[in-house]
């Protein structure tokens, strides 16, 4: 069986508690989509991605998050990560350092936003406000792969 790609974009949105579970469910909706979708060698390292992100939004808020996968119609994959927290790190909001800082060797976090920095094609981040959950308040942070034979994380 052969899987095309649709010629229009499309999308998948999925509402996470703040439940450390969270970040497996995000890690299946994830390979289901993109397996669905005939996109498995990029499966791996949006898993990867998006769990780091999604780690982030539980670690460092209170609240839900979401998580949207949009297909585009040039063969891309965005990944969004919305959380309840405003703060945008640098440099997903395009102020500071080009890269995230390196985590110490000994640290066991840290590494997360260096990983989608290093291996996505491209990303970002967007302060929503800092009004009540559900109203448009939090953050989004993103990233786009898609558009090269083999990514960096998976080469060998």
Same mark, same amino acid.
């Given at each position: 069986? $052969?899987?095309?790609?649709?010629?229009?974009?499309?999308?998948?949105?999925?509402?996470?508690?703040?439940?450390?579970?969270?970040?497996?469910?995000? !890690?299946?909706?994830? !390979?289901?989509?993109l397996?669905?979708?005939?996109? #498995?060698?990029?499966?791996?390292? $949006?898993?990867?991605?998006?769990?780091?992100?999604?780690?982030?939004?539980?670690?460092?808020?209170?609240?839900?998050?979401?998580? !949207?996968?949009?297909?585009?119609?040039?063969?891309?994959?965005r990944?969004?990560?919305?959380?309840?927290?405003?703060? $945008?790190?640098?440099?997903?909001?395009?102020?500071?350092?080009?890269?995230?800082?390196?985590?110490?060797?000994?640290?066991?976090?840290?590494?997360?936003?260096r990983?989608? #920095?290093?291996?996505?094609?491209?990303?970002?981040?967007?302060?929503?406000?800092?009004?009540?959950?559900?109203?448009?308040?939090?953050?989004?942070?993103?990233?786009?792969?898609?558009?090269?034979?083999?990514?960096?994380?998976?080469?060998?």
């Open positions: 069986m $052969v899987t095309v790609a649709p010629p229009h974009p499309w999308a998948y949105a999925l509402r996470l508690p703040h439940d450390p579970r969270a970040v497996r469910v995000a !890690r299946m909706t994830v !390979r289901a989509a397996d669905g979708h005939g996109m #498995q060698d990029i499966v791996d390292a $949006v898993e990867l991605l998006t769990s780091e992100m999604v780690t982030n939004a539980y670690r460092h808020t209170e609240g839900p998050a979401s998580l !949207r996968l949009t297909g585009l119609s040039d063969g891309r994959l990944v969004g990560v919305w959380d309840s927290h405003p703060y $945008v790190p640098a440099p997903f909001g395009g102020v500071g350092e080009d890269l995230a800082p390196l985590a110490p060797d000994e640290a066991e976090c840290g590494r997360g936003l990983l989608v #920095q290093e291996h996505a094609d491209s990303w970002g981040g967007w302060a929503l406000g800092d009004a009540a959950p559900g109203r448009g308040a939090g953050k989004l942070l993103w990233f786009e792969v898609g558009g090269r034979d083999t990514l960096p994380l998976l080469r060998k």
